[in-house]
């Protein structure tokens, strides 16, 4: 079992729906987690973490955690063709050092105009 | 946030040869990792930098590959060694700090070798 795994997708949403992207953890000791938006040919770039149970808002963007079913997901609301782009879900591990992550492979949303 | 910067951005080598990527923080940082993403996939961790002293490697990864310096708090170098065509892909520098545990990265290194 790969310890962060997502759907790779092709998700694709037409503009204004609200997209939902999935990750779930093996290590039920992972204490963080953390959306990275990656366009093609860029490197990733840090959307939202979290770390309690339940929701965490910020503007369209939402995160859910829920660490008893080891769950994490990812809302994009009233998606925007810029929102097109690859989402990595990453989940600090006890194992390692305090700052290392571990990157699921990945969901590549298209939002259609 | 931080501003990572990283050198070069690009570049085409030939088998056997090494070539050194550079990363520059704009701030102190606590750590400071090298990450591998080949072509289609998800981010690989090399290792992490450890100022002052030997980089920690993750499985799969060696020294003698991929030695790696950070002489202080804001710059860390990665070598590719007596490079394959299996290491053609993309380089990342990553920094983080404080107690929340993000991740910065810079803008990789994308590396062809022929």
């Known amino acids: 079992q790969k310890e962060v795994e997502q759907n790779s997708g092709p998700l694709s949403v037409p503009e204004g729906a609200i997209a939902s992207l999935n990750c779930t953890y093996s290590?039920?000791?992972?204490?963080?987690f953390f959306w990275y938006r990656q366009y093609s040919g860029k490197s990733p770039e840090l959307i939202m973490f979290i770390y309690s149970n339940g929701d965490k808002e910020d503007g369209r963007f939402t995160a859910q955690l829920n660490k008893a079913s080891q769950y994490v997901s990812l809302l994009i609301r009233d998606s925007q063709p810029s929102d097109s782009a690859t989402y990595l879900c990453?989940?600090?591990?006890?194992?390692?050092?305090?700052?290392?992550?571990?990157f699921g492979s990945g969901t590549q949303l298209t939002v259609l105009p | 946030s931080a501003v990572i910067s990283q050198k070069p951005s690009r570049d085409i080598c030939q088998r056997g040869t090494s070539l050194t990527i550079q990363c520059q923080v704009d701030s102190q940082v606590t750590m400071m990792f090298w990450y591998r993403q080949q072509p289609g996939q998800s981010l690989t961790l090399i290792a992490t930098a450890n100022q002052g002293s030997e980089a920690t490697y993750e499985s799969g990864f060696v020294i003698d590959k991929f030695p790696i310096s950070r002489p202080n708090l804001t710059f860390s170098t990665l070598t590719v060694s007596n490079m394959s065509p299996e290491d053609s892909s993309i380089y990342l520098c990553?920094?983080?700090?404080?107690?929340?545990?993000?991740?910065?990265f810079g803008e990789g290194s994308r590396l062809t070798v022929l």
């Open positions: 990453a989940v600090r591990t006890p194992r390692g050092s305090a700052r290392q992550l571990t």
């Open positions: 990553s920094g983080g700090w404080g107690n929340t545990g993000e991740l910065f």
């Open positions: 290590d039920r000791g992972s204490q963080s």
